[in-house]
């Protein structure tokens, strides 16, 4: 039995890279940091009683910023694999957080290389890297490729190009089975309330049952390659199981805008929506209302808005991934359509609307937050 060790596993990626390896028999050991509230929403279906001899999940705390809490799980789990997922890993907040995010995003990253070359494990181990396509950020040619050179456009990227190279750099000086999965955006049901696709798909749950009237969005034109968590976490292992570590790109190859994520997502629930204005003014406005989802509205709701404070200092327009090496290597293609994943996201955000609509209509208070 195999044992992998993931950072980030109380997150998006995290939970399902947890549950794909537990399918494949392995030992599966996570890092949860310690939060003043329970933050183990994601994984708390696969977790057993600890007590129970069999089980195959296992959490320790830890931190990216605490490089001897690293090593000291490292030393104690001896895993196999390594799947370094943690991450402050939003974009805009990184202009909040520059510092914290080097600290977690590159050194964290860091500090884990270490501790495999300080613990003497250089050829036990293999260790994957969760890079992203943000480093593309400016892009140079499109689509991106594993040859496209590297932008980045905000303190998160710049902390994950130092994390890309020094990943490389390690495999190049002591030897260690290390690979970067440059990742183009990946989403699902799971994915964090802040990320633009689950804000639009919760947002509009929460207005078409009457929770909420308004949607506040930033940049609309922004266009992205979007796949499904799912698809692409079956990647990160795949490439831990190669003869030699390389890098890859994993994207779709299709890219479409804020904007249309926003229209399939109220096509996903029965509304036609129209976009009228430009720039500041821009509004998204019903235009029709079909079935029971969205009971709530009618034509002439203007149910989206634009709101500057979601601009970034730096925007990243455009990104299109271009995963032939993948196709080649790996034999991998995506199995789920982004039209698939809107209407998945859709209807479990759906589901948690109603739940709260059904309380609220019981008397309970429920907090409505779609601020991100
Ligand atoms: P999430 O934001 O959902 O998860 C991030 C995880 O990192 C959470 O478990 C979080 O813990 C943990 N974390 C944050 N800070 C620390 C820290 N200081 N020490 C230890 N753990 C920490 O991200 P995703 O699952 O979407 O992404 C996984 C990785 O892939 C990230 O590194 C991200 O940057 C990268 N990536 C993601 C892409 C995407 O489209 N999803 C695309 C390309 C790369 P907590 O739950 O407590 O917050
Ligand atoms: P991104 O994802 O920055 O690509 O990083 P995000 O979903 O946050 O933004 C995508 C695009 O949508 C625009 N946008 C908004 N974004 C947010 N969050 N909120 C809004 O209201 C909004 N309005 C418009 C953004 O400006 C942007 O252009 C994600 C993260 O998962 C990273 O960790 C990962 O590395 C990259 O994807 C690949």
Known sequence: ????????????????????????????????????????????????????LDSRFHLHYGDLTDGTSLTRIIQEVRPDEIYNLGAQSHVAVSFNQPEYTADADALGTLRILESIRILGMTDDVRFYQASTSELFGLVQTIPQTENTPFYPRSPYAVAKLYAYWITVNYRESYGIYTCNGILFNHESPRRGETFVTRKITRGLSQIALGLESCLYLGNMDSLRDWGHAKDYVRLQWMMLQQDKPQDFVIATGEQYSVRQFVEWSAAAMGVTLAFRGTGLDEVGVVEAVEGEAAAALKPGDVIVRVDPRYFRPAEVESLLGDATKAKFHLDWAPEIGVKELVSEMVATDLDAARQHALLRQHGFTVPVVLES
């Open 1 to 52: 039995m195999k044992t992998a060790l993931i950072t980030g596993v109380t997150g998006q990626d995290g939970s399902y890279l947890a549950e794909f390896l537990l399918e494949k028999g392995y030992d599966v050991h996570g890092i949860k940091r310690r939060s003043s509230s329970l933050n183990t929403s994601r994984v708390d279906h696969i977790y057993e009683d600890p007590h129970e």
